[in-house]
């Protein structure tokens, strides 16, 4: 079974109304991760980040010094990203080595005209 992720942003509303939405129906939509706004995604899932996620997905489970010799920064820095998208739900810790649990990652967004 393929596990997917989406990543939204969506404010509380939203959210209880897909959680309304799925209890009614029994059916699941597969694990989101929302943030109230594009500001707050951006600054949690930033660019290296992004690339801490590439690099996992591609590349399968690596210890945190293999994922810092493959993105070529300080190991400190990769460790606080490791730990900030452990926090987001993005990768997970399975002994001395990080992964990302999902088989896909999707992103959400929509932008409109405010009426």
Do not use: C, Y
Not at 31 to 47: G, N
Request: proline content about 3%; aromatic content about 6%.
């Amino acid at each position: 079974m393929k596990r997917t992720v989406t990543i939204e942003i969506s404010g509380l509303e939203h959210s209880l109304r897909r959680f309304a939405k799925a209890w009614r129906t029994g059916r699941r939509a597969g694990k989101v991760i929302s943030f109230e706004s594009p500001e707050v995604l951006f600054r949690r899932i930033t660019p290296k980040r992004w690339t801490l996620l590439t690099v996992l997905q591609s590349s399968g489970p690596l210890s945190v010094r293999e994922l810092t010799r493959q993105v070529q920064r300080n190991v400190k820095n990769v460790h606080g990203d490791v730990q900030a998208l452990i926090e987001i739900g993005l990768i997970e810790r399975r002994g001395s080595t990080v992964r990302v649990p999902f088989d896909e990652i999707r992103t959400a967004f929509r932008l409109t005209r405010a009426a």
